[in-house]
Antibody
């Protein structure tokens, strides 16, 4: 059974840093692209990043480029989101999701979400 | 970046109603358009991918159609468990943007 279990998150002051983790099980992690998607309170979904299975190809939304870094450790079946220079507008639930190996790159499996609150 | 605009942003409907949600892209995304359903406090779940392919386990009352810049999600006969927020997402190019969502509420 495919499972994505997230950890990390919490309260952080503006300008601070935080790392989110997403541990995968039930599939060959290294062969799947992974995404991060976030959702601000009472707002819609925002795609923020992808990383290829090898970790060599990465892309970010403009809203987080230069501040967030996505990485993965395939030996540990884990995905990470390193968040620096956090702003109040980064307050959101962050989801990791597996990208299917199809032309449509749909997100079939999602983590449970990690709440990040940026506040002084 | 490709912008996706969903309409309406919200709607009220009764059980048994036919519901149609539209997703318009600012430029062609071919058929690389997916739909997700999200219920309060839960992660989104995949409904339809590649414009019209139902995810396994999704009831046949859900139907997706379209190509290029205009897409629709139709629920043929709304059921109580369908009251949720629906999002389209394009995977044609990064950033793989989402629409702003359509909230389907009980009338």
């Amino acid at each position: 059974e495919v499972e994505l279990v997230q950890s990390g998150g919490g309260l952080v002051r503006p300008g601070g840093s935080l790392r989110l983790s997403c541990e995968a099980s039930g599939f060959n992690f290294s062969s799947y692209e992974m995404n991060w998607v976030r959702q601000a309170p009472a707002k819609g979904l925002e795609w923020i990043s992808y990383i290829s299975g090898s970790g060599k190809t990465i892309s970010y939304a403009d809203s987080v480029k230069g501040r967030f870094t996505v990485s993965r450790d395939n030996a540990k079946n884990s995905l990470y989101l390193h968040m620096n220079s956090l702003k109040a507008e980064d307050t959101a639930v962050y989801y990791c999701a597996r990208v299917e190996k199809s032309p449509s790159l749909e997100l079939r499996y999602w983590g449970q979400g990690s709440l990040v609150t940026v506040s002084s | 970046d490709i912008q996706l605009t969903q309409s309406p942003s919200s709607l009220s409907a009764s059980v048994g109603d036919r519901v149609t949600i539209t997703c318009r892209a600012s430029q062609s995304v071919s058929n690389y358009l997916n739909w997700y359903q999200q219920k309060p406090g839960k992660a989104p779940s995949l409904l339809i991918y590649s414009t019209a392919t139902l995810q396994s386990g999704v009831p046949s009352r859900f139907r997706g159609s379209g190509f290029g810049t205009e897409f629709t999600l139709t629920i043929s006969s709304l059921q109580p468990e369908d009251f949720a927020t629906y999002y389209c997402q394009q995977s044609y190019t990064a950033p793989r943007t989402f629409g702003q969502g359509t909230k389907v509420e009980i009338k």
